[in-house]
Nanobody, 120 residues
Framework: VQLQESGPGLVKPSQTLSLTCAVS??????????WGWIRQPPGKGLEWMGS???????NYSPSHKSRTSISKDTARGRFTLQLTSVTPEDTGVYYC?????????????WGQGTLVTVSS
């Protein structure tokens, strides 16, 4: 399983950040998984943003719920994060991940991360 983030490296304040994660491998044929996003601001720890289940249900961090939207295109093996009204505090490395539940086991996969800078 491989995940690859893509999107703009630089976004201006107040704009909407849109990132896409392309997923390849057998994972997209399973039926019980989560696709999600985690970020790491400079000098800080990891921060979970939200996830979308294979059923289509979503969960978001309370801290960013009003600005966050995650959608998926299973047929194309990709999912998207949209974060509205960004500020410099949204700067950081954004990682996409997949958690798969199959035959009683859990497997986690991460992308390599993409740096997003919010600046005018």
């Amino acid at each position: 399983v491989q995940l690859q983030e893509s999107g703009p490296g630089l976004v201006k304040p107040s704009q909407t950040l849109s990132l896409t994660c392309a997923v390849s491998g057998d994972s997209i044929t399973t039926t019980n998984y989560y696709w999600g996003w985690i970020r790491q601001p400079p000098g800080k720890g990891l921060e979970w943003m939200g996830s979308i289940h294979s059923s289509g249900s979503t969960n978001y961090s309370p801290s960013h719920k009003s600005r966050t939207s995650i959608s998926k295109d299973t047929a194309r093996g990709r999912f998207t994060l949209q974060l509205t009204s960004v500020t410099p505090e949204d700067t950081g490395v954004y990682y996409c991940y997949q958690t798969i539940f199959a035959t009683g086991l859990r497997s986690d996969y991460w992308g390599q991360g993409t740096l997003v800078t919010v600046s005018s």
